[in-house]
Structure formats: C-alpha cells, structure tokens
C-alpha cells in the first residue's frame, strides 16, 4: 500500500505520524505554560486601549478658548499642594489629546510625577497610575517576557515553536476519509474520555487557522528582518514603501495579532479566541494523563501539577 493510500484509509500506521505526535506531545508539555501566558495576556492587551483608558488618571476637557496657566503660576500650584519638593521638570505644551501638564517634583529620594489641570492648577493625580504601570507590565511580559530585547527574540523562537506545534497537529488531527468529519464535531453526550479528546480535536480544526496566524505574527513581531528581507526580494523596487502588497499583508498580519479591531464585538469574539490555546493545552494533558498515568492511578489534577512543575524545572 502506498503511502498516499495508508494516509487517507489509515494513518494512524503511518510511522511519520507517530513521530510526528510525539513531537507534538513533548512541544505542548514543553511550552505549556509559555502558552498559557500568551493566551491569558494576549487576551487581555486586546482591551488594551479600555484598560488603559479605565485606569489613567482622568483629564479634564479640552478647551483651545481657555488660559493655560503660566509655568510660574503651574509651579506654585504644584509647590502649594506639595510643600518642601522642588520641581525637577514641567511640561509646557497642552495637547488636544491630552490636556494636562506633567511635574516632577523631588524631595530628597522621594520622586513624585503628577499631572497638573492647567487651566486651575489642580493636581489630578499620577502620570502614570498603578493600572497603568501593571498593563505596561502586561505587555512586556506578552512581548519581551520582562526580558527586553533578548526576551523580544527568544519570545520569536517560542513563536516558531508554536507554529511547528500547530503543523505538527494539523498532520495527527487527519484520522482518515472515513471519520474525518467525527473529528470536527463534539460529542457532549460521551464519556469524559472520548469527550476530551473531541474539545481537543474539534477545537484544533476550527481555531487552527487563527492560532497558526497568531503563531507566524508573533514571529515575525519579534525578528521582522527576515519578513521584510522576503517583502523586499519579491517587490517592485520603484514601488513605495509601507504600500506595497508584502507591506499591505504584514500590517494586517500584526492587526489581526493583536485584534485592532473598531467594532466592540470583534473585539470580545478576539478575547474569547485567545483562551483556546488553554482548552487545547489542558485537553491535551489530560489526554497524556490517560496515556501516561492512568495505569498508576493518577488523578488527572495530580498529572497537571506533575506538568507544572516539569515545566517549571526545565
């Protein structure tokens, strides 16, 4: 039987599927909680906009007809709500967008950064609030994993990971031509095992194109240089940068990364999304649960603490 043949009747006898799966086996164990990281945070920064706007310290309207305050009026204001600081540092511009004025003040090692009404000279609060501060530590976990740049390119490894892990399942999902439609499809009536296993599949077919999708931005948002060295290779030379095709693609490669989306219910439906990977992940352990330490009668919340903590000492 040809190999073509053993893949669509039976490819669970295909040794290159049995490779493959335990590629995909030990890559979802091994990046378990990475993933579960990038869901839970990607998930949330897509709110990003809401979240910053919810936790800022609140403006006052902007009014292009009203006096701005003098820098020496602001500074006595500011000198007046904090006696004994001096001022290290004053904005000097109103925006449209932002109509505050920044100070810094300094007593000895305490360091202050305020923002200032500058038609009244109130103090309005910090310049950067605590929610602020925790969703800037949000993103950096999500981009650079609290590392910087170093974080930003081993975060483009993971990624790349990701992608060859959603490949490798793709190739295992195929169950042959006679049953590939059970594979799409839930059976909320089974038995928890088969049920498991039909959450892990089904969700893989349906979320597959996406979560590839976010896999390859992710890659590229962390080493460009080989994207744009491709863009470049297959471009118009006289063409205008940002609007060639390959610039077109990859700009709404990183707008469906991070789902800058208008619409509120494309939004919500992009947070939804972004917990699949943890269905996959947790449907996935405990499938190796079953495989793995059923017959040592292990509970399958014993095998996830056993997989965190494997992760956790790697």
């Known amino acids: ?94 925006r449209r967008r932002n109509p505050v004025i920044e100070i810094w003040l300094d007593r000895g090692a305490d360091h202050k950064e305020r ?28 981009d650079e994993l609290l590392l910087g740049e170093t974080g930003r390119f081993w975060n483009g490894i993971g990624s790349a990971l990701v992608t060859l892990l959603c490949l490798t399942g793709a190739f295992i999902w195929w169950p042959g031509i006679k049953n590939w439609r059970r594979s799409m499809t839930v059976k909320w009536k089974a038995a928890w095992p088969r049920l498991n ?18 896999a390859i931005s992710g890659v590229y948002l962390a080493i460009p240089q080989p994207f744009g060295a491709v863009v470049d290779y297959f471009s118009d030379p006289e063409a205008i940068l940002g609007d060639r095709a390959g610039d077109i693609f990859l700009r709404w490669l990183v707008r469906i990364h991070f789902g800058r989306w208008e619409s509120d219910s494309l939004k919500a439906i992009w947070v939804v999304m972004g917990l699949v990977p943890v269905l996959l992940l947790v449907t996935g352990v405990v499938m190796w649960w079953q495989r793995v330490f059923r017959k040592r009668v292990v509970s399958p919340a014993a095998a996830v603490a056993v997989f965190v903590l494997t992760a956790l000492c790697r």
């Open 1 to 94: 039987m040809t190999f073509r043949r053993r893949f669509y009747t039976q490819p669970q006898a295909l040794f290159l599927r049995k490779a493959l799966f335990q590629v995909h086996l030990w890559l979802g164990l091994a990046l378990g909680l990475y993933i579960v990281m990038l869901s839970l945070t990607g998930s949330a920064l897509v709110l990003r906009g809401e979240l910053d706007e919810a936790f800022e310290t609140p403006r006052p309207a902007f009014e292009p007809d009203r006096r701005v305050l003098s820098p020496e009026e602001l500074t006595a204001a500011a000198l007046r709500a904090y006696p004994g600081y001096t001022v290290s540092r004053l904005g000097d511009r109103v």
């Open 115 to 142: 923002l200032l009404n500058p038609y009244t000279g109130e103090d309005l609060g910090d310049a950067v609030t605590l929610g602020t501060r925790a969703i800037l530590w949000l993103a950096s976990l999500h």
């Open 197 to 214: 296993f039909d959450l892990h599949s089904a969700a893989g077919f349906w979320f597959f194109a996406i979560i590839v999708i976010w």
